[in-house]
């Protein structure tokens, strides 16, 4: 059963869709493919998790976009948050 979504193939966390346990299998679908990893932290409902390793200065991406950079290096299944995301927003007028 599914207890986290990842809603584009390029993110590099998921959301969960239901509290998660530290120690608990995670079961999100990427690109259309089952993906499980373990949670490595409590993770509260709509927050999110890393779904690879996220180096310290890496851009957090999700929905396809970045949304903060990594304050330190972040390991799968790690919460992502304020705790450990610097906010960050893509100069939009820049893509066009």
């Not at 490595?40 to 927050?47: N, Q």
Request: with cysteine; glycine share 8%.
């Amino acid at each position: 059963m599914l207890n986290a979504m990842m809603i584009d193939g390029r993110d590099n966390v998921a959301v969960a869709i239901e509290p998660i346990t530290k120690g608990e299998t995670v079961t999100y679908l990427c690109d259309g493919e089952e993906k499980q990893l373990t949670a490595r932290a409590d993770i509260t409902i709509y927050h999110k998790l890393a779904v690879r390793k996220i180096a310290a200065g890496e851009p957090v991406v999700k929905y396809g976009e970045h949304i903060g950079v990594a304050m330190c290096d972040i390991e799968v299944g790690d919460h992502v948050h304020v705790h450990n995301v610097e906010g960050h927003r893509e100069n939009l007028e820049e893509k066009e």
